[in-house]
């Protein structure tokens, strides 16, 4: 299947400081990525959309000021985390959709983040 | 976003056994149903998918069976082996770049 890595896989921050989570398609071009975000056995939870060369689209009740995306290439979208509290230690999660015949949509490996 | 409803939540399967977990949609735009394995600590690996025009698609020891009439889909996996053991979700989404709408997920455990 087609690869998407995530970087990094875990990061550890203080509370106030910022931190930015890398999200790449490896072997496809993705004019759209998707976040998501996932807490301990529960499902996945869409945060935003991505687009490349636009501004991306949150869902409702996602700070967009808190939650920075970047979709600066075909190849890469950023997420930062902005002033992060421990409220904000979860497991994001990058997905981008390989267009073609059959649209499918892959994931990265995940990045957990603590917030201390 | 349109509920994707999955169950059962959890499931213990003896080895060798066959593992059935199921999914129901209501939003008849949908028109791409994938299957993902996930694995503590990890990110959800595409396992196989359907699109509405087929009742069944079978690859290796997975199967995705679908009704588009009773708008449901599921999995099967023969030959449980330990190794499946691990959180499945279903998803569905609509033509386009859409993002995918999740099922709750469904924790397999396989049991020698």
């Known amino acids: 299947g087609a690869v998407v890595s995530q970087h990094p896989s875990w990061v550890i921050c203080k509370s106030g400081t910022s931190v930015k989570i890398e999200c790449r398609s490896l072997?496809?071009?993705?004019?759209?990525m998707f976040w998501y975000r996932q807490f301990p056995k529960q499902s996945l939870m869409l945060m935003a959309t991505s687009n490349e060369g636009s501004k991306a689209t949150y869902e409702q009740g996602v700070e967009k000021d808190k939650f920075l995306i970047n979709h600066a290439s075909l190849t890469l979208s950023t997420l930062t985390v902005t002033s992060a509290h421990p409220e904000d230690s979860s497991f994001y999660i990058c997905?981008?959709?390989?267009?073609?015949?059959?649209?499918?949509?892959?994931f990265g490996q995940g990045t957990r983040l603590t917030v201390v | 976003q349109q509920q994707v409803k999955q169950s059962p939540q959890s499931l213990i399967v003896q080895k060798g056994g066959i593992s059935i977990i199921n999914c129901a949609y209501e939003n008849t735009a949908f028109d791409y149903f994938p299957w993902y394995q996930q694995f503590p600590g990890k990110g959800p690996a595409l396992l196989i998918a359907i699109r509405p025009d087929v009742s069944e698609k079978k690859e290796g020891r997975f199967t995705i069976s679908f009704n588009k009439s009773a708008k449901q889909f599921s999995l099967h996996i023969m030959d449980s082996q330990p190794g499946d053991s691990a959180t499945y979700f279903c998803?569905?989404?609509?033509?386009?770049?859409?993002?995918?709408?999740f099922g709750k997920g469904t924790r397999l455990s396989v049991i020698a």
């Open positions: 072997d496809f071009q993705a004019t759209t």
């Open positions: 997905s981008a959709n390989r267009q073609g015949m059959n649209t499918e949509a892959f």
């Open positions: 998803a569905a989404s609509s033509m386009g770049n859409t993002p995918l709408v």
